[in-house]
């Protein structure tokens, strides 16, 4: 029976517990997509986690969606995040870079001048994304031709590539909550007609071509990969998730993970028992969980490992907290996304607080 204090072996390399910190954007980099400094404090503070994965990181400038998203396409963004492994690494931590691509999210403002978002087909996301001139409505996007669709695959596998350079153990495609990977996947995004549209090979197509690419580039032992089946996230839908999920799944047990990350925001149902009995490989379950979900979960075979997010967030001092069953910092949303060091280096640890309490 599993614990959350149990080691994990994921690929080559050896977790020294099974708590995962979530890949969460948090908005600190400039323009460029380069990190300021004090991220690596972030990412150094948490590193007692058997695993960090980092927040999601632009494959190009093209994938950029959101305000302050770090990339990994120039030498900059690469040296940038140089510091954060090495941090991590000095501390004993482990971890991963997830990377994607946002597709129909992105704004026009976030995209080189004269670009437009870009997407499976011209089709706009009902609703708004935030820039700092206030919130904006999505726009309908360009539909990618055939020689794009390839040339994006190959730009995450060099990120991929850039990512190990810069020391990361590995990387997690993030093929989850709406972006380009899962409009792919969708039945309202995907009205293609080409070999990436229509049948749910088809539509698959594109993700197991980013698994392979990635995986070619650095090693299935490194190569992690996030889904959130049956996810709404940024206005997705997927008729028949549960048969399309059959057969990524069943492509996916003939590879070799390092691990799959499922974390679905679906109030209606729980996929982790859905997915889990049939993938073979590394299984990270996200999405709710707490210290006692997580510890039930595990001992009941459901997942190898659990990610936590907001509370990780709030708790740099996570896996210590849950050892002594101590009580835990709130989040506080307002500064998710702000740019600056409040709500972001300052949460304290159990010590950090007791001391502030003398
Ligand atoms: C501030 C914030 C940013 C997030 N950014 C990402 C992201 O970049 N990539 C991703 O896969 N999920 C992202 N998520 C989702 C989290 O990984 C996680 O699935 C979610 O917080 C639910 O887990 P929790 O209930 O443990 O917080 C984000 C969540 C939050 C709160």
Do not use: C
Request: charged letters at 25%.
């Amino acid at each position: 029976m599993n614990t959350l204090f149990d080691k994990l072996q994921i690929g080559n390399i050896e977790l020294s517990n099974r708590i995962v910190y979530a890949p969460m954007t948090r908005s600190r980099a400039d323009d460029e997509g380069v990190q300021p400094e004090f991220v690596a404090e972030y990412y150094g503070q948490r590193a007692t986690a058997g695993l960090l994965i980092t927040e999601a990181t632009n494959v190009s400038a093209m994938a950029k969606g959101y305000v302050r998203t770090p990339g990994m396409y120039t030498e900059e963004q690469i040296e940038s995040w140089r510091t954060v492994t090495d941090r991590v690494h000095a501390d004993g931590g482990r971890i991963f870079m997830q990377i994607f691509h946002t597709g129909r999210i992105a704004l026009p403002d976030f995209l080189p001048a004269g670009t437009e978002p870009v997407a499976p087909s011209a089709v706009a996301a009902e609703g708004q994304n935030y820039t700092d001139a206030g919130m904006k409505e999505f726009v309908v996007p360009r539909e990618l031709e055939i020689e794009e669709v390839k040339a994006i695959v190959g730009e995450f596998a060099t990120a991929a590539g850039n990512a190990i350079k810069a020391g990361f153990d590995g990387v997690e495609i993030h093929g989850a909550n709406g972006y380009l990977i899962q409009q792919f996947l969708s039945t309202n995004v995907n009205l293609r007609t080409d070999e990436y549209g229509g049948s749910i090979e088809n539509r698959s197509r594109f993700l197991l071509e980013i698994v392979d690419a990635v995986a070619a580039e650095i090693g299935w032992e490194r190569t992690g990969l996030r889904l959130s089946p049956g996810g709404e996230f940024n206005d997705i839908k997927e008729d028949y998730a549960e048969e399309l999920y059959d057969y990524v799944i069943d492509e996916l047990n003939k590879r070799k993970l390092a691990y799959l990350h499922i974390g679905t925001f679906d109030q209606n149902r729980d996929w982790h028992p859905v997915i889990r009995p049939k993938y073979d490989g590394i299984y990270l379950a996200g999405v709710g969980f707490d210290k006692e979900r997580g510890e039930k979960t595990l001992a009941e075979g459901g997942a190898d490992a659990i990610v936590y997010g907001k509370l990780f967030l709030a708790n740099p001092d996570l896996p210590e907290r849950f050892r002594r069953n101590a009580p835990l910092n709130e989040w506080d949303d307002s500064t998710f996304y702000t740019p600056g060091e409040k709500g972001y280096t300052d949460y304290p640890t159990l010590e950090q607080a007791a001391s502030a309490g003398k």
